[in-house]
């Protein structure tokens, strides 16, 4: 829980006992829940509102790169087509005549 281990947790409590003494603590324990779990609720929420639109996103970039993949293939086909027909041409000129 937020990169604390054992002995850290322990002396955070053994810290807020001494401070707030045995009859506050349950009770700034109830809040400290409360706080915590209105913060997961809320990150909930927003994670809600916000993956539809990353899901979204993510879609139209893989469609770029689909059509970005299609244009250059088609560029590469048509440059060694290109490169095939004037190979061609130059092997037909060196023939003898």
């Known amino acids: ?57 993510q879609q139209e970039v893989k469609m770029v790169e689909q059509d970005l993949q299609s244009s250059m293939k088609e560029a590469e086909d048509t440059i060694k087509g290109a490169g095939d027909a004037a190979s061609a041409g130059i092997n037909e000129g060196n023939k003898p005549a």
């Open 1 to 57: 829980m937020f990169g604390l281990g054992a002995m850290e947790i322990l002396i955070i409590l053994v810290i807020a006992f001494l401070l707030f003494g045995p009859k506050e603590l349950p009770e700034i324990g109830k809040q400290v829940g409360k706080a915590v779990k209105g913060f997961k609720e809320t990150a909930d929420d927003l994670r809600q509102q916000v993956e539809p639109e990353i899901n979204m996103i």
